[in-house]
């Protein structure tokens, strides 16, 4: 009766043995889960942005069919007379980027060198460090119209009474980009707006990127006699270029996709002028305006200006991938040496 019981006992290694094929065989399923979950989360980002771009060719086919390549190049913007051209919504959408992007550029560089390198290493002045650092990533959480309130209530007549005014008066407004009369609602307003929008994803990525340097690189440079301003200059910020490349276009696509904000500041007039004082549209604010009311036509050429912006922002973040990958590249080629 004994013998009978232990033979159909296992003895322990198969035991041992079952249970390890058995754990294999769960880890292999949580494993295929696992990357089919991943696989499936990846491809949805993709599908997303190809049933985006379909929704939108399928929305502006009337206005393709109507107007053509002509409509990129058209300037007349005429609901009641059912003719559209984006030319000035274009171009005001990349004029008014670009100067945000001038204005921020500088301020977002220094306070990121200040945040990473003159802050940490000051007894003086550690203490801003970390406020400012708070401050950088408030301005990015702020809506973007409670920007346009500020725009409206404060910022436009501040700069009718102190910078529009003054300049119009004074032989600056020779100037092509001053040649107008000063209102407030205009690119200059919204250049303002966007470059403080923008101002905390620029700041936020370099200074990590900075921080992220290492320390031997910085000390290499000590030790060869530089000062800490040469350190900067000639080795930190030529090692984090790409990346802040990488930051700046960032900004500039958040700069051109901008709405709510910038309509409240830019005037909304369908014309392009050089001049900064001057009143604007862009892409975003023309279909944030006018799709309420637009049917026919006037709808599929409002869609048709979705589709541009959408195009405009693909380019813009190729032309960034582009530039960081050759940058990138160069930098490597170099073996790290600035």
């Known amino acids: 009766m004994q013998e009978s019981s232990l033979s159909v006992v296992k003895p322990p290694s198969a035991i041992r043995l079952g249970l390890g094929a058995a754990i294999g065989r769960n880890s292999q399923i949580g494993d295929r889960v696992y990357r089919g979950v991943l696989t499936v989360a990846a491809i949805s980002v993709l599908l997303i942005i190809i049933g985006l771009l379909l929704e939108l060719v399928l929305g502006s086919r009337q206005s393709i069919g109507a107007f ?75 809506p ?64 990590d990127l900075l921080r992220a340097i290492p320390r031997s690189v910085r000390e290499g440079s000590y030790a060869l006699g530089a000062t800490r301003w040469e350190t900067i200059k000639g080795v930190v910020l030529p090692y984090a270029r790409a990346g802040i490349i990488g930051a700046v276009m960032l900004g ?28 604007g549209y ?27 912006l959408f195009l405009i922002t693909l380019v813009v973040n190729a032309g960034a991938k582009l530039l960081i990958y050759y940058t990138a590249k160069d930098l490597n080629a170099t073996g790290g040496k600035v």
């Open 282 to 308: 862009t892409l975003s604010s023309v279909i944030a305006n006018e799709l309420a009311e637009a049917s026919g036509l006037y709808r599929s050429a409002l869609i048709e200006i979705g589709l541009c």
């Open 252 to 279: 500039f696509g958040r700069a051109l996709g901008e709405t709510m904000a910038v309509t409240m500041v830019i005037g909304n007039a369908p014309v392009f002028k050089t001049s900064l004082f001057s009143s």
């Open 68 to 142: 053509g390549l002509h409509f990129l190049t058209d300037s007349k913007w005429d609901p009641n007379g059912q003719h559209f051209g984006a030319l000035p919504f274009i171009l005001g959408t990349l004029y008014s980027s670009f100067w945000a992007l001038v204005i921020a550029l500088p301020i977002s560089i220094f306070t990121a060198i200040f945040l990473s390198e003159i802050a940490p290493a000051s007894r003086r002045m550690r203490w801003v460090e970390r406020p400012v650092s708070f401050m950088v990533e408030l301005l990015a959480a702020i």
């Open 144 to 207: 973007s119209v409670v920007y346009g309130l500020w725009g409206v209530l404060i910022l436009q007549p501040w700069l009718v009474k102190y910078i529009e005014s003054p300049i119009a008066k004074s032989p600056l407004s020779a100037l092509p980009i001053f040649g107008d009369t000063a209102n407030g609602y205009d690119m200059l307003a919204a250049s303002l707006i966007l470059a403080i929008m923008i101002l905390p994803y620029i700041t936020a990525v370099s200074r």
